[in-house]
């Protein structure tokens, strides 16, 4: 069992102790979702192929919660956003734009990559990143960047 696998089991023994349903469900889900990825990939995880799954979570639960605001069903909605904070909590610290920015530039320049081709671009850079950057706050960077 590798860090973040441990800080997750960590946490359910927690909320169990504080009866925190939420935080246990939320937590519950997660493990889940990752049990599910390694009997898929007949191996276990990495933490950085977890931080991917939580990630994918945040983003569905994001929508989830536009969608029941937009429903005008605040009362769930609110809920909805408790379990992405909860989910946030899991992941790394995210880098601060100017952080972003500096680094695409350093390494455009150092691989000398032209923003000809934005895909190969993105492609280069999410693999620089190895997933310490969600995929659309690289995006809006780099189209920042290109303009």
């Given at each position: 069992?590798?860090?973040?696998?441990?800080?997750i089991q960590q946490m359910m023994v927690q909320a169990m102790k504080d009866r925190d349903r939420l935080k246990l469900d939320v937590l519950r889900f997660?493990?889940?979702?990752?049990?599910?990825?390694?009997?898929?990939?007949?191996?276990?995880?990495?933490?950085?192929?977890?931080?991917?799954?939580?990630?994918?979570?945040?983003?569905?639960?994001?929508?989830?919660?536009?969608?029941?605001?937009?429903?005008?069903?605040?009362?769930?909605?609110?809920?909805?956003?408790?379990?992405?904070?909860?989910?946030?909590?899991?992941?790394?610290?995210?880098?601060?734009?100017?952080?972003?920015?500096?680094?695409?530039?350093?390494?455009?320049?150092?691989?000398?990559?032209?923003?000809?081709?934005?895909?190969?671009?993105?492609?280069?850079?999410?693999?620089?990143?190895?997933?310490?950057?969600?995929?659309?706050?690289?995006?809006?960077?780099?189209?920042?960047?290109?303009?």
């Amino acid at each position: 069992m590798n860090n973040l696998n441990q800080t997750i089991q960590q946490m359910m023994v927690q909320a169990m102790k504080d009866r925190d349903r939420l935080k246990l469900d939320v937590l519950r889900f997660v493990r889940s979702q990752i049990k599910n990825q390694e009997i898929d990939k007949q191996k276990p995880l990495d933490n950085k192929e977890i931080v991917k799954i939580i990630r994918n979570l945040v983003k569905k639960q994001k929508e989830e919660v536009v969608f029941l605001r937009q429903a005008g069903r605040t009362d769930q909605a609110d809920q909805e956003s408790q379990k992405t904070k909860i989910l946030k909590s899991l992941l790394p610290p995210e880098m601060k734009p100017e952080e972003i920015t500096a680094e695409i530039r350093r390494v455009v320049s150092k691989e000398q990559l032209t923003n000809q081709n934005f895909g190969r671009l993105m492609a280069r850079l999410i693999t620089h990143f190895n997933g310490r950057v969600a995929g659309d706050a690289l995006a809006s960077a780099l189209k920042q960047l290109i303009k």
